[in-house]
């Protein structure tokens, strides 16, 4: 069965300093996108980042980066410079190309430190 | 452009009733995913629409339903209520799902008594 594993319950970082974010995942099939959501306390989910397990390189989107090891099927989101509304559960998820069905791990909950 | 709208944001109802949920999505999405989010539990996925058709589900009591009209919208319902079903529900919508990216609800936050 396909699963999302975010090992990290909660993470401290000081501000402007960069972050990892860990997330790994279980799957046999070789087609699958991955992704990052943030949802601030208050309660939003927003997109952050997306990977497609095809892609060569490593996803970029503004301050976030993922850093995509297929072999070791993890998927770490690296943030730079964090600033202090960083801080927010960042959850992990996984869809397996062609079944529409979404799998997000338990969450990992940044505070920013100023 | 409008973001995902979710009607009721609360809603407080009592065991062995039930209850239906509503979601807008961006214009021009077709997809529209349910999930429940609960502190013990996480995130779920209830189920997929597209175009009006259920793609997947999630491994939900058949308590838990669906659908999706030809504007988009959907409705999700809930008979039957459980303790256990007090969540916050989120809907969101994507382009054509897959791949795309989703944007989220606000969610609704049900409590049952």
């Known amino acids: 069965a396909q699963k999302i594993t975010q090992t990290q319950p909660g993470m401290f970082v000081q501000e402007k300093e960069a972050v990892t974010l860990d997330c790994t995942y279980d799957?046999?099939?070789?087609?699958?996108?991955l992704f990052w959501y943030k949802q601030p306390s208050s309660g939003e989910m927003i997109f952050l980042i997306y990977?497609?397990?095809?892609?060569?390189q490593n996803a970029t989107e503004g301050r976030y980066s993922l850093n995509f090891q297929k072999a070791r099927k993890s998927a770490n989101l690296v943030i730079s410079a964090s600033q202090l509304g960083d801080s927010a559960m960042y959850f992990c998820?996984?869809?397996?190309?062609?079944?529409?069905?979404?799998?997000f791990g338990t969450g990992t909950r940044l505070k920013v430190l100023a | 452009k409008a973001g995902v709208t979710q009607t009721p944001r609360y809603l407080i109802k009592t065991r062995g009733q039930q209850v239906t949920l509503s979601c807008s999505p961006i214009?021009?999405?077709?997809?529209v995913s349910w999930y429940q989010q609960t502190p013990g539990q996480g995130l779920q996925f209830l189920f997929e629409?597209?175009?009006?058709?259920?793609?997947n589900k999630g491994n939900f009591p058949g308590r838990f339903s669906g659908r999706q009209f030809s504007n988009s919208r959907s409705e999700m319902n809930v008979s039957t209520l459980e303790l256990g079903d007090s969540a916050l529900y989120l809907c969101?919508?994507?382009?054509?799902?897959?791949?795309?990216?989703?944007?989220f609800g606000p969610g609704t936050r049900l409590t049952v008594t």
């Open positions: 969101a919508s994507s382009l054509e799902g897959g791949d795309y990216e989703q944007y």
């Open positions: 799957t046999s099939d070789p087609s699958y996108g």
């Open positions: 990977q497609g397990s095809y892609d060569q």
């Open positions: 998820a996984m869809n397996l190309r062609g079944t529409y069905k979404y799998i």
């Open positions: 214009s021009g999405h077709r997809s």
């Open positions: 629409y597209f175009s009006e058709t259920q793609r």
